[in-house]
């Protein structure tokens, strides 16, 4: 067969000719690398911060330098002492699914996770796009289902908690059918992501805070890179374990009717203020345009892109001077390039329902005490407030058994609005 | 004791020769922001939550305001200088100030607010119907408590942040803040008229940061009839002892189209 179609145009048609052309590259492709080896993963650069903080290329290959340093890639991580974290478990979880010379199962995380939560753990894996709700993005630190106060990390034995038992009403499943060991570095694989993506934003974020002098080029030493970014990120993680939400038992010798109805009252209440976003009826439809702060980032984005775009419309550049139009033209091609950017590195925003309460479905756990985290510290990421320091622990009780109480709640008890209630099943 | 005097002295010598030449010189930088076309109409909103209460009010977006005078209220300027030489005065009077934000009438007054480093910020409800506050910082945690109607909540910041943290109402959705946190007092807000004044400035060169909340950074002003570039929002001036007065700073309406 020739790869020359002029030679031989009776036989190759334009199309046939591609098609050997590509088996063709495709043959040395596998020549080069061997058949059945995987070429090497690696870490793709958060391309949304880095177009909105306005890195130059040279700057995105700065940042990705420091990390694949101070980080390793998919295959080999590494990992500082400053991090905290255990080599040993993450070379479980890392690199490309295959049995060790022990017969142990390697590569878990690309095994189990990196389909949804992505190689990189940016929730863009190939799956990602048809979940409701998308997976999590590990790389702004946030996690929502937790034993700690808002801003604080999650403890180990919330992440391993979470991997055990999955996420009700997600996607997420259990992975209870793994071994403690399997989940322990799956739960340590994921802090590394994590501690990894929050030290990418700090760097992409340094380079504005830069003086002129520095010629935007941030800083390669070791008081720069690990005092004062990598530390500050993983030393959150450390200290998650000090951070738990102290919990008061549940009052004792409480009659339970008691406690719902005070937690009933305390829902609808002025102080508590549940019934705004969670509805009259409990039914999740008091509040409805609102979006948690990973899809809230890539809204406020949007806008600004789309009224870059209508303003550079109306602008003429007739009568600018050559500065000016240069200036013009390197705001329009960053306007297109964001657009670019959001199209492949984002999903589409969606807003955030509350929790309809009737359905019994509690994704950070159904135990009393984790609905008592939820009201306590209210939900990181997301709109729910904290209602700490507003409503005594005693209360929050109370709200935890009036909420717990919610979908076995007889319709005939919400009286008027009874018919929303059959509406919504 | 004595190390800490050295590093004091460290600190000091490292804030350039400007401060050390002038050592006890201090000098207020002032100045106007007007609005360089027709004053804007500012976009009614429409409170759909709580309405008996939110409602009777008249509630307008507060991104860009602009006066009567076209003065520009909400922009920032701040000095950006790190090690900046503080007036032991301002110093020791800032420590006692815990800056106040409250919810009331179903906005946020004011509607930008300073606060260094160290401070609390007391966030109040003087409204009938429970908010939330939701401050979205950076470098320090975030938080989002609620607060009943009469009731308060104090949030306290020990990082600088590098861009004005953004504050919101999740129960409101219409209502917006922001904080300026910064690790000195060197920090001012344009009031309704345009003016600002930042005072006891360490006598020399400081280079001031210009933020708005519709505009971003600040590249372009007309300063005095001259229009200067100011890359990143970022401009050098000099502050004598007698104090700078900026004068008029006018701001183009393109400078907001963002």
């Known amino acids: 067969m020739s790869l020359n179609p002029s030679m031989n145009t009776n036989v190759a048609s334009p199309s046939s000719f591609r098609f050997s052309f590509s088996v063709a590259v495709l043959g040395l492709l596998l020549a080069a690398t061997g058949c059945g080896r995987t070429p090497p993963a690696y870490f793709r650069l958060n391309m949304v911060e880095a177009t909105k903080q306005r890195l130059s290329p040279d700057q995105e290959r700065q940042v990705a330098t420091i990390l694949l340093a101070m980080f390793g890639t998919p295959d080999e991580p590494v990992a500082l002492p400053e991090t905290g974290l255990d080599l040993a478990k993450l070379k479980l979880a890392a690199g490309p699914v295959r049995s060790d010379i022990a017969g142990r199962k390697n590569g878990l995380y690309r095994e189990h996770c990196s389909h949804c939560h992505g190689i990189t753990g940016d929730a863009m894996g190939p799956t990602a796009a048809f979940l409701n709700p998308y997976p999590r993005d590990y790389r702004p630190g946030v996690f929502k289902f937790k034993s700690t106060e808002r801003s604080d990390k999650p403890t180990h034995d919330d992440l391993v908690r979470i991997l055990h038992n999955g996420i009700p009403g997600t996607s997420m499943p259990s992975f209870a059918l793994l071994s403690d060991v399997q989940i322990d570095a799956l739960a340590e694989y994921v802090k590394y992501l994590s501690i990894r993506g929050e030290t990418e934003l700090a760097l992409m974020r340094a380079y504005f805070e830069l003086d002129d002098d520095a010629e935007g080029k941030l800083p390669e030493t070791q008081e720069f890179l690990v005092a004062e970014t990598l530390v500050p990120v993983a030393e959150k993680w450390q200290a998650a374990a000090d951070a738990r939400i102290a919990v008061p038992e549940m009052p004792a010798g409480l009659d339970l009717a008691t406690s719902i109805a005070k937690g009933k009252e305390l829902f609808y209440g002025d102080k508590a203020n549940c019934v705004k976003c969670h509805g009259p009826t409990g039914l999740g439809d008091g509040q409805a345009n609102d979006y948690d702060d990973w899809n809230k980032a890539i809204v406020e984005i949007g806008k600004e892109v789309q009224s870059g775009l209508a303003k550079a419309g109306e602008t003429s550049t007739s009568g600018m001077s050559a500065d000016e139009v240069a200036e013009h033209r390197a705001q329009l091609a960053w306007l297109d390039r964001f657009g670019d950017v959001l199209e492949g590195d984002a999903l589409r925003p969606r807003t955030i329902p509350p929790r309809n309460l009737r359905h019994g479905i509690y994704r950070g756990g159904r135990r009393p005490l984790d609905l008592y985290y939820r009201i306590h510290a209210g939900i990181n990421g997301a709109p729910m407030p904290a209602a700490k320091g507003t409503v005594p622990p005693e209360d929050i009780w109370h709200i935890v058994n009036y909420v717990l109480s919610l979908p076995y709640e007889f319709d005939g008890e919400l009286g008027a609005d009874r018919t929303l209630v059959a509406q919504g099943r | ?258």
């Open chain 2, 1 to 258: 004791m004595l190390k800490s005097i050295a590093r004091g002295f460290v600190v000091a010598a490292a804030c350039g020769a400007v401060s050390a030449a002038h050592a006890d010189e201090w000098g207020s930088i002032k100045g106007r922001f007007v609005f360089g076309g027709d004053a804007p109409s500012a976009a009614e909103l429409k409170a759909d939550k709580d309405v008996e209460v939110c409602g009777k009010h008249k509630l307008v977006a507060e991104e860009l305001v602009v006066g009567a005078d076209k003065g520009i209220a909400n922009v920032v300027v701040y000095v950006r200088d790190k090690g900046v030489k503080v007036n032991p005065e301002l110093a020791s009077a800032a420590a006692g100030q815990k800056p106040e934000l409250d919810n009331k009438d179903c906005r946020f007054e004011p509607h930008v607010q300073f606060v260094q480093t160290g401070q609390e910020l007391v966030i109040k409800n003087s409204d009938s119907v429970g908010h939330n506050s939701n401050v979205a910082t950076v470098k320090n945690p975030p938080s989002n408590n609620l607060i009943p109607s009469g009731g308060q909540t104090t949030v306290k910041f020990s990082s600088d942040e590098a861009i004005p943290a953004q504050v919101t109402c999740n129960i409101h959705p219409w209502m917006k803040a922001w904080l300026v946190v910064r690790p000195n007092p060197y920090a001012a807000v344009s009031k309704a008229d345009g003016s600002f004044e930042i005072k006891g400035v360490p006598a020399g060169e400081v280079e001031l940061q210009f933020w708005h909340e519709k505009a971003g950074y600040i590249g372009e002003m007309t300063i005095g009839g001259k229009a200067e570039k100011a890359a990143k929002g970022r401009k050098k001036v000099a502050v004598a002892a007698a104090g700078t007065d900026l004068g008029e700073i006018v701001l183009a309406p393109g400078v907001f189209q963002k």
